[in-house]
């Protein structure tokens, strides 16, 4: 950590920085994730009971949890509580040796995974981990926290390679990817972190193609098999990326069809800045700009059309947009629990115990940051798709959770909400700030390109040393 300050204080370029960012995520990634991996309280992440029996499930070591007084894999967290309240938890998880079970005895979860789903898929790492920490020492703790590091190690080093490879956007990947959400994700057995690491590469697959503008067998290739993975390996939600690639595939068909119309067309005058900016309201094109208007109408349509059928099942569009209304103008949750914070600076927002203001300085950086990178996007369309890619997953997992919590007893506040949705499935979708921001006719640029650098490592460091020391002192002192 000395030498990455010392490094931080030396002047570099913005080049020589780029290329001193991929190191800086691993280092950093690395660090963490260890830490968070030896650290963390036994399921502490999100569904962990759930997580821990699939995977082990797929090793062939089932493990017999009742054992651990834990009879629910839905329980989170709460079950494990008293052995670290009452300081018998290295007993009980790391020293007590696990008693394994038949399969078909579980009372749940007692089939496995199909083996082309993301649940499979994207448990395989921890299954490889589980296996070997219960070759090492058979206890509950070592086969997690063995799981636990695998993943870490594997998905790390994947991610310092897009870094690596993407040619702009590095510092926003390595934010993002940095975050305590991702990071408490990578150091866990949920699915969650593959998928973050295949969105992030499909992102930076599409960024490369359209600042090379060609279509190659190679950039097809990385297309044909990213959409393959993602297939059988990502969540539906996260599928609305590969939008990305014909909409690259179609821009740079589009940008050499029209470039030979514009090389014929005469040289025009230079201009005053006034004029500039009258042409660049396209004033002299109304034909362009019907085309424009037309496209985007139609889609706006059929958008819709869209929801106002899929509104049918759940009162109708103006129930469901009420309801829409309701999630993002008033806060009925408990104040730990909200999905905003869960986004970027807790991924269990109920046990983090995560300060509102550290949720701020986050949401200040992934809105600036982007503007802090180079411009590389010509067309405006390629920008604003990403953008609405990013809104359209918003809606479509707010959506997916319309019907959620009516079959229990809650009250009319709640009954008012969409109940469910939670902030890890959009944080990997946060990179499309990065296409959007990166638009050359945006002109807002954040300087110097350091000073983003320092400041982003500072918040990645105090976030996620409070992320570890706030899940531990809760679970040892206020019950969480």
């Not at 992440?45 to 007084?69: C, I, K, W």
């Not at 997690?144 to 190690?153: P, S």
Request: aromatic letters at 16%; hydrophobic letters at 50%.
């Amino acid at each position: 950590m000395k030498n990455l300050i010392k490094k931080l204080r030396q002047n570099y370029d913005k080049a020589t920085l780029d290329k001193k960012i991929p190191k800086i995520y691993l280092m950093l990634a690395l660090f963490f994730g260890i830490l968070f991996s030896f650290g963390m309280p036994i399921f502490s992440e999100p569904d962990g009971q759930y997580h821990f029996t699939d995977s082990s499930n797929m090793a062939g070591l089932t493990v017999d949890l009742s054992r651990y007084d834990i009879t629910n894999p839905y329980s989170d967290i709460d079950d494990v509580l008293p052995s670290y309240q009452n300081g018998t938890y290295i007993d009980q998880f790391y020293r007590t040796k696990v008693h394994l079970m038949p399969r078909s005895e579980l009372p749940r979860l007692n089939d496995l995974p199909q083996v082309l789903s993301y649940d499979y898929i994207g448990h395989f790492l921890p299954m490889v981990g589980i296996w070997l920490g219960y070759h090492l020492y058979p206890s509950l703790g070592i086969m997690i926290t063995a799981a636990r590091l695998l993943t870490v190690f594997v998905l790390a080093i994947a991610m310092y390679f897009i870094i690596r490879w993407v040619k702009y956007g590095k510092l926003y990947f390595a934010a993002v990817m940095l975050s305590p959400v991702a990071l408490g994700q990578m150091a866990s057995l949920s699915y969650d972190s593959l998928s973050f690491v295949i969105c992030a590469a499909i992102i930076a697959v599409a960024i490369n193609t359209i600042v090379d503008k060609k279509i190659g067998f190679i950039a097809i290739s990385r297309m044909v098999l990213l959409s393959a993975i993602s297939l059988v390996a990502l969540k539906t939600n996260f599928l609305l990326l590969l939008v990305l690639f014909p909409a690259a595939i179609i821009w740079i068909f589009y940008s050499r069809w029209t470039a030979p119309i514009k090389q014929r067309l005469p040289i025009k005058p230079k201009r005053s800045r006034m004029d500039k900016e009258f042409e660049n309201l396209d004033v002299d094109n109304d034909e362009t700009n019907w085309s424009k208007r037309i496209i985007a109408g139609l889609i706006v349509v059929v958008v819709i059309v869209f929801i106002a059928v899929s509104s049918v099942n759940y009162g109708g569009i103006i129930d469901v947009g009420q309801r829409f209304f309701s999630n993002f103008t008033f806060n009925l949750m408990p104040a730990n629990r909200t999905d905003f914070q869960s986004v970027v600076t807790q991924p269990y927002a109920s046990i983090n115990n995560m300060p509102f203001w550290l949720a701020g300085f986050w949401y200040l950086l992934i809105a600036l940051l982007p503007f802090a990178e180079d411009k590389f996007v010509k067309s405006r369309w390629i920008s604003y798709l990403a953008l609405l890619l990013f809104v359209l997953n918003l809606v479509a997992i707010y959506f997916s959770y319309l019907s959620f919590g009516f079959d229990i007893n809650v009250t009319a506040g709640y009954l008012s909400l969409i109940y469910g949705p939670q902030g890890r499935y959009l944080t990997p979708t946060l990179l499309l700030f990065n296409i959007f921001a990166g638009n050359q006719h945006f002109k807002l640029k954040i300087k110097p390109y350091k000073t983003a650098l320092i400041a982003t490592v500072i918040i990645v460091v105090i976030s996620n040393s409070l992320l570890l020391f706030n899940t531990i002192y809760g679970a040892l002192f206020m019950g969480v």
